[in-house]
């Protein structure tokens, strides 16, 4: 198994652009995240999705978007980037309750 | 809502001895999960130990063990033998089992140098 796998490992945004960070897992888990960890910080939560089909907000969605199409992969979407954005990335998956499997992370900077 | 904290935002040991991190919450919850995260340089997330509020005893995996005091609201992480290897930034967490909801609340991480 590849566990979660995460697209790009870095990248570098001007401001005003848009992306989409890739998350695919190969574990049958339904719960997947989306979290930033800024310097110095500990992880918060993006959004998370319970199952495809089903996304709901977490404690910064503000800027970002997400979709559930499929129970592997799980996108987050970055509209118009700004430079509050810049910040590493992790995608997690899960199942209900249990330990949550991480990505290696994206590395992003807005410039 | 939860609340996680952890009060020691850098410690450091000598290889070979004993540390303790500490972490406290805060929930009017009686079920959850608690979890302590390790992030080494590499950035990668690791699960270290996790701890079910409903179990009295105490977990273990190999050098790592937790003291869980349920009243207190304490979820300290005693790691044995320090390895250099294990510098890294760990994180404490809590997840509450039951609703619908799903999220892990993190505290801001110790950073634990391991000296040679």
């Known amino acids: 198994n590849a566990g979660v796998t995460q697209t790009p490992k870095f990248r570098i945004l001007k401001i005003g652009q848009s992306m989409t960070l890739q998350c695919t897992q190969d574990?049958?888990?339904?719960?997947m995240y989306w979290y930033r960890q800024d310097p110095g910080m500990g992880l918060k939560l993006i959004y998370y999705?319970?199952?495809?089909?089903?996304?709901d907000k977490g404690e910064v969605p503000n800027g970002y978007n997400v979709s559930r199409s499929t129970t592997e992969d799980f996108p987050l979407r970055l509209e118009l980037a700004a430079p509050s954005q810049t910040s590493v990335y992790f995608c997690?998956?899960?199942?209900?309750?249990?330990?949550?499997?991480f990505g290696p992370g994206t590395r992003l900077t807005v410039l | 809502a939860q609340t996680v904290t952890q009060s020691q935002p850098e410690m450091s040991v000598q290889e070979a001895e004993t540390v303790t991190l500490s972490c406290t919450y805060d929930?009017?919850?009686?079920?959850?999960?608690l979890f302590w995260y390790k992030q080494p340089p590499s950035r990668q997330m690791i699960l270290v130990i996790r701890?079910?509020?409903?179990?009295?005893q105490n977990a273990t995996e190999n050098r790592f063990s937790v003291n869980f005091q349920k009243a207190a609201k304490s979820f300290s992480l005693k790691i044995s033998d320090s390895q250099l290897g294990d510098t890294a930034m760990y994180f404490c967490?809590?997840?509450?089992?039951?609703?619908?909801?799903?999220?892990?609340?993190f505290g801001k991480g110790t950073l634990l140098t391991v000296n040679p």
């Open positions: 967490a809590f997840i509450f089992s039951g609703g619908s909801n799903y999220k892990l609340t």
């Open positions: 999705s319970v199952g495809a089909g089903i996304t």
């Open positions: 997690a998956s899960s199942l209900v309750y249990n330990e949550q499997f």
């Open positions: 929930t009017s919850e009686s079920n959850y999960y």
């Open positions: 701890q079910e509020a409903y179990k009295q």
């Open positions: 574990m049958n888990h339904n719960y």
